[in-house]
């Protein structure tokens, strides 16, 4: 008969399930694509202070000086610009800017809209009609009129131009927090807590909130994407950030004119927003699957089959 008291007993599974950590390392390409954000925010908090002076020295010998070069130093690896200045040192300048704008206005946005579709999917049909014909006045407006006049009149600058995305983005937010907030108030747990007599503001923080956040979450990480590329729109257009600010979108328009001459002065910044708005929309297909209760065994099925 075997010996059965030298057996190793199997791990026993966990039943919370795997890790988010865990199983984002399976899935290689929202693995690259996060670590290729973190890098990119990393160097945006860091720019500035490292490269700040670099980024805005000017030397005419290096005029449009061409990339993969070591012969002016490291920082004209990637070129030089019009005025002479290191190409990749004002890229990872100019990605504060950028991700600051964009972090910016999804984070108002989504605040504001959210509250607003909190308020408008739990109140009276009074209330909610209210709310969203002021959601339908801002999106019956061009989001691109909006910013020209806003810019126009308070001035091209980064707290502006949060301000003004900001409010072309806020109905996004509303009207997806409104129509889950409509649907998870009549789920048992919710009607549980009304009768028990809990308060609105308990029940909404508490109980409704936590449902809807992932939702908010996947949304906010591709409306991150797409704010990046709107304020790159604007200020390629001359209505966004001004000199001596600086964003991707700026330098591919400070660029624009050398395109025959010297293709990396728009290249490289232009490269930049592709790579990270890419990684941004592989990243929140993943966080949707991720966060949803009823996809997230996609995900387990991979570690299972793995295993």
């Known amino acids: ?29 929202a693995f690259a694509s996060a670590v290729t954000l973190l890098i990119i925010i990393v160097l945006a908090l860091l720019g500035p202070t490292l490269l700040g002076d670099l980024a805005s020295s000017q030397n005419l010998r290096g ?35 950028t991700i600051l704008i964009a972090s910016g206005t999804v984070l108002s946005a989504a605040i504001v809209g959210a509250t607003l579709g909190l ?14 014909r002021l959601a339908d006045v801002i999106m019956s407006f061009p989001s691109l009129l909006i910013a020209v006049v806003v810019l126009y009149v308070l001035g091209a600058s980064i707290p502006n131009m949060i301000l003004v995305l900001a409010i072309t983005r806020i109905p996004i937010y509303l009207r997806t927090t409104r129509a889950e907030v409509l649907e998870v108030r009549e789920r048992m747990f919710v009607q549980a807590a009304v009768v028990m007599g809990a308060g609105h503001a308990r029940i ?46 700026l330098m591919v328009s400070q660029g624009r004119p050398y395109l025959t001459t010297a293709w990396w002065l728009a290249f490289w910044p232009g490269l930049m ?35």
């Open 63 to 97: 005029r449009n000086f061409a990339p993969y070069s070591f012969e002016r130093g490291w920082a004209f690896f990637l070129g030089g610009d019009a005025l002479g200045r290191p190409i990749l040192a004002r890229l990872v300048v100019a990605a504060h800017s």
């Open 1 to 29: 008969m075997a010996d059965l008291s030298l057996a190793t007993p199997d791990k026993p599974a966990d039943p919370r399930g795997p890790s988010l950590l865990s199983m984002l390392w399976r899935d290689k390409l």
């Open 204 to 249: 909404i923080l508490r109980h409704i909130l936590p449902v809807v956040a992932p939702t908010l979450v996947t949304i906010a990480t591709l409306d991150f994407a797409f704010v990046m590329l709107a304020e790159s729109s604007l200020s390629f257009l001359g209505i966004g950030v001004q000199p001596p600010d600086i964003t991707w979108g």
């Open 119 to 132: 308020v408008a999917g739990y109140a009276g049909k009074t209330t909610s009609q209210v709310i969203m």
């Open 273 to 307: 927003i592709v790579i990270t708005a890419l990684s941004l929309n592989l990243l929140s297909n993943w966080t949707r699957i991720a966060l949803d209760p009823a996809q997230r065994w996609r995900l387990e099925a991979r570690r299972t089959k793995h295993v």
